[in-house]
């Protein structure tokens, strides 16, 4: 399974349990994968990565330093899948390096993935609206429900992802991906009330490196 784990220097502190943390959820073959750094080039690149447009920011984002991280952020999980793209890869795990599994092998998880699944997200972190999962297993994410956090996601076809997340204006990609498994119609959300998969917030503070 080719998966890939999203860090920065600013987070080495992560990367010392990182493998014990992915062994746990049965990962031991990964690719550590730096995080694109802002600089005075990466406005200019999201505009022409990002359909033409330039980047929406929320009239309530305010801290600069933040909305610099969140561009960075954006164009990480751009460049993984653009990665994949070019290694002829189009299936694919995507982490984050705060992520934690919690009795779950997360390999075995998915051999039940449904045949017509798209992107399965696997971070119940933060799940927001109506229309929750009421049993274990995958659950077609409906219209209502927001699932935010990118922590841990499967894609089955990158090609499709990419093209979708470059069509779309640049902005917050947790933002993408919520309406992207809104509307899709075949994105999932994996829940179990007890095998979890969530960001380790209370050890890690949130940070993507910025100068």
């Not at 994949?84 to 009795?103: G, H, Q, T, W």
């Not at 045949?115 to 077609?140: I, M």
């Not at 956090?149 to 499967?154: Q, T």
């Amino acid at each position: 399974m080719n998966t890939f784990v999203l860090t920065c220097e600013a987070s080495s502190n992560r990367l010392e349990t990182l493998e014990d943390r992915l062994n746990k959820g049965g990962i031991y073959d990964y690719r550590i994968f730096n995080a694109i750094e802002y600089d005075e080039f990466t406005d200019t690149f999201i505009k022409e990565v990002g359909n033409g447009e330039e980047w929406f920011n929320c009239a309530l984002m305010k801290n600069e330093k933040k909305i610099k991280a969140r561009k960075s952020v954006y164009l990480s999980h751009l460049a993984i899948l653009s990665d994949c793209i070019d290694n002829d890869i189009n299936e694919v795990l995507v982490l984050e390096d705060d992520i934690k599994f919690m009795d779950i092998d997360i390999t075995e998880e998915l051999k039940n993935l449904p045949n017509d699944c798209f992107v399965a997200t696997f971070d119940s972190t933060w799940l927001r609206g109506e229309g929750f999962p009421n049993k274990n297993g995958f659950w077609k994410i409906g219209k209502k429900l927001q699932v935010w956090c990118l922590g841990c996601y499967y894609v089955t076809d990158v090609k499709r992802l990419y093209a979708y997340l470059t069509s779309q204006r640049p902005k917050v990609v947790d933002k993408l991906y919520v309406k992207l498994y809104q509307d899709s119609g075949d994105c999932y959300l994996y829940y179990n009330s007890w095998k979890t998969i969530r960001q380790d917030q209370s050890r890690f503070e949130s940070t993507i490196d910025v100068k």
